[in-house]
């Protein structure tokens, strides 16, 4: 199987709690 890196992009405007949040669901999807 290939690994493949991913790269998510988080806007800077967003706050630190949104920013783990997002990162948690991206992290679960993967």
């Given at each position: 199987?290939?690994q ?16 783990k ?10």
């Amino acid at each position: 199987m290939n690994q493949y890196e991913t790269v998510i992009v988080l806007t800077p405007l967003l706050s630190e709690e949104v920013a783990k949040e997002a990162l948690a669901k991206f992290s679960k999807i993967l």
